[in-house]
């Protein structure tokens, strides 16, 4: 990774992460899709470039052809996406090692429940009511 890089993955854990202590998992999980080859599928990337900036993202949304579209395009967005505090840059220099592949919001205190297969991500969406 580049120092650019470093700063593009602390720029999104900034926007998906409240708890700092979450921080350094979500690192994780983008260094194991990174490291797999697995798109990011961060939403906070395609909020970045949102086509309607109503804060949401519809079905068309998902679908929008953009280089910041990480459910659509592996690897990184072209640009950091925010400023990323000093917790975030900590995180994405000291990435948890962590077995997960796979976050999800749960919880209004902005908790993640998270999830190393797609069977365990999709009970971990139905449990937080994503």
Known sequence: MTP?????????????????????IIAGV?????????TLGIDATLLYDDPTPDGQLS???LEYDSPYNTRLNPGL???PIASPG?????AALNPADTPYLF????????HHAF???AAEHE?????CGE
């Open 4 to 24: 650019y890089d470093v700063v593009t993955i602390a720029s999104m854990i900034e926007r998906e992460a409240a708890l700092d202590r979450e921080r350094p």
């Open 30 to 38: 983008i260094y194991n899709r990174l490291r797999i080859g697995m």
């Open 59 to 61: 079905f068309s949304d």
């Open 77 to 79: 967005p072209p640009t």
């Open 86 to 90: 000093r917790a975030s840059l900590e």
């Open 103 to 110: 976050y999800v919001l749960c919880g209004e205190d902005g």
């Open 115 to 117: 999830g190393k297969t």
């Open 123 to 127: 009970a971990n969406r139905i449990r």
